[in-house]
T-cell receptor, first 113, second 116 residues
Framework: EPEVTQTPSHQVTQMGQEVILRCVPISNHLYFYWYRQILGQKVEFLVSFYNNEISEKSEIFDDQFSVERPDGSNFTLKIRSTKLEDSAMYFC???????????FGDGTRLSIL | AQKVTQAQTEISVVEKEDVTLDCVYETRDTTYYLFWYKQPPSGELVFLIRRNSFDEQNEISGRYSWNFQKSTSSFNFTITASQVVDSAVYFCALSEASSGNTPLVFGKGTRLSVIA
C-alpha cells in the first residue's frame, strides 16, 4: 500500500535555527496537511494545502511557519526561527479527495535545544 | 465549533477482556466524518475507520467494532478479547465536510494498556 514518507525521522536543532521538515505524499493525492503533537498531548492541525496554496491554517501557524511544494512532489514545512516550544512530533498527511480519509506519515520528531 | 471529547484518559485491562473507548463529538454541520486512529508506542498514526454522518450502521472488523449514535453524538470503539498488541493511544477525530478542505479535529486520546 502506498505510504506517506517523512524525513528526517528525528531532527535536533538549536533554538533560533531554521528547520525544514520534508514529506513525500502518496502519488495523485491532492490534499496536504501538517499536524503537530506535543509530547503526551493531542494531535493539532497546523495547515492544509491544495492546488499550490494554503486552504486553511490554525492560530499555531504563525509567521514563523511556511509550507511549499518546491518541486511538485515533496511537501515541506519550514520553521524560520525555532523556539523551545516548537519541540513536538510533526505529521504530514494527505488524501486523494475530500471524501477520503487522511493518511499520515510516520512523523518527524523535532527537538529544540 | 467542532470539538471531540475522549473522557477516558487511560484504561488498563487484562488480556482477553473487552474494552470500550468513548468518543463524543460536537459539530454544527450536518455532513461530517468521524475517524479513529491508533498511535502505538512507535509513534505513527494508523488509520482504523472512517464513518460519514449519514451512515449510522455499526461496523465490525475482526475484534474491532464501532457504535455510531447521532442521537447522543457518540462514536464509541470496542475491542473484543483485547491483546497486548492493542496497547496504544487511540484518537477519535472529526472532519466537517460541508465547507471543503477542512482538517481533522482530534480528541485528546485514550491510552489503552493491555496487561498479559
Amino acid at each position: 500500500e502506498p505510504e506517506v514518507t517523512q524525513t528526517p525521522s528525528h531532527q535536533v536543532t538549536q533554538m533560533g535555527q531554521e528547520v525544514i521538515l520534508r514529506c513525500v505524499p502518496i502519488s495523485n493525492h491532492l490534499y496536504f496537511y501538517w499536524y503537530r503533537q506535543i509530547l503526551g498531548q493531542k494531535v493539532e492541525f497546523l495547515v492544509s494545502f491544495y492546488n499550490n496554496e494554503i486552504s486553511e491554517k490554525s492560530e499555531i501557524f504563525d509567521d514563523q511557519f511556511s509550507v511549499e511544494r518546491p518541486d511538485g512532489s515533496n511537501f515541506t514545512l519550514k520553521i524560520r526561527s525555532t523556539k523551545l516550544e516548537d519541540s513536538a512530533m510533526y505529521f504530514c498527511a494527505n488524501r486523494q479527495g475530500l471524501n477520503q480519509p487522511q493518511h499520515f506519515g510516520d512523523g518527524t520528531r523535532l527537538s529544540i535545544l | 465549533a467542532q470539538k471531540v471529547t475522549q473522557a477516558q484518559t487511560e484504561i488498563s485491562v487484562v488480556e482477553k477482556e473487552d474494552v470500550t473507548l468513548d468518543c463524543v463529538y460536537e459539530t454544527r454541520d450536518t455532513t461530517y466524518y468521524l475517524f479513529w486512529y491508533k498511535q502505538p508506542p512507535s509513534g505513527e498514526l494508523v488509520f482504523l475507520i472512517r464513518r460519514n454522518s449519514f451512515d449510522e450502521q455499526n461496523e465490525i472488523s475482526g475484534r474491532y467494532s464501532w457504535n455510531f449514535q447521532k442521537s447522543t453524538s457518540s462514536f464509541n470503539f470496542t475491542i473484543t478479547a483485547s491483546q497486548v498488541v492493542d496497547s496504544a493511544v487511540y484518537f477519535c477525530a472529526l472532519s466537517e465536510a460541508s465547507s471543503g478542505n477542512t482538517p481533522l479535529v482530534f480528541g485528546k486520546g485514550t491510552r489503552l494498556s493491555v496487561i498479559a
